[in-house]
């Protein structure tokens, strides 16, 4: 009973600690991938399928190779994209329009989730490495449409993708954003990294916590967490 209470006191006083931590923010950045929807929704494996195709046919490989060179493109690059714009010269905005041509019948309204994202206080956008008409459509079968202030996509960002320092810049810009008054929700660890050194409040979201200096939080839990912050 005394080990229960004991628990139960470290996680009061943890949901405590993250609340005040989060106390100035007026400014909440969401990813959107895996970030606001589970990845038990399998929604990006759709697009993999659709970008190895145009390695495929961009630079002339077979499947095998592709997948090689997505990877390449995405350690390199920070995203397939990315990789095909500087090393093959592809143009991003048919590729945009073609990948993300995908169901989202996987997807299922969360509103539960869309109370919490609703209750917090001060300005909600969506920043996403895919492009702008695809996380419209993601959010609205979630439920969540009409809860952002705004919804960047890579076109924003000049097509350069997260993690690049420049792509951040480019979207927080035009956003007007404070860095010093926000927080980041992002699944990818990486794309956590320039918002630290910005001084923005970082959450990965993710089932397996990430060991690095620049993620300040972790949840596997989006809901519950925005939850306990509002506690």
Same mark, same amino acid.
């Given at each position: ?22 106390? %100035?923010? *007026? +400014? ?10 589970? $990845? #038990?929704?399998? &929604?990006? !494996? ?30 390199? %690059?920070? *995203? +397939? ?10 143009? $991003? #905005?048919?590729? &945009?329009? !073609? ?133």
């Amino acid at each position: 009973m005394i080990a229960l209470l004991h628990c139960t006191c470290l996680a009061h006083t943890s949901r405590l600690m993250s609340a005040d931590a989060f106390s %100035h923010v *007026t +400014t909440w950045v969401f990813d959107l991938d895996h970030t606001l929807y589970p $990845p #038990e929704a399998r &929604l990006f !494996d759709l697009i993999e399928v659709r970008m190895t195709k145009w390695v495929m046919d961009a630079v002339g490989v077979d499947r095998a190779e592709a997948d090689r060179l997505r990877m390449h493109y995405w350690q390199t %690059h920070g *995203t +397939t994209l990315a990789g095909l714009m500087r090393e093959h010269n592809v143009d $991003p #905005e048919p590729y &945009l329009v !073609d990948v993300h041509d995908i169901s989202m019948e996987s997807l299922t309204p969360d509103p539960v989730l869309a109370g919490r994202i609703s209750a917090l206080p001060g300005r909600r956008i969506v920043y996403t490495n895919g492009c702008a008409p695809y996380a419209e459509r993601v959010l609205e079968a979630r439920g969540l449409s009409g809860l952002f202030d705004a919804i960047y996509g890579v076109e924003h960002a000049g097509f350069l993708p997260k993690p690049e320092r420049g792509a951040f810049d480019a979207v927080f810009a035009q956003d007007k954003l404070n860095p010093l008054q926000a927080a980041m929700f992002e699944d990818d660890p990486r794309n956590l990294a320039v918002p630290h050194d910005l001084g923005m409040r970082t959450v990965h979201v993710a089932p397996q916590r990430a060991d690095a200096p620049h993620v300040q939080f972790h949840t596997d839990d989006l809901s519950l967490f925005l939850h306990d912050l509002q506690r």
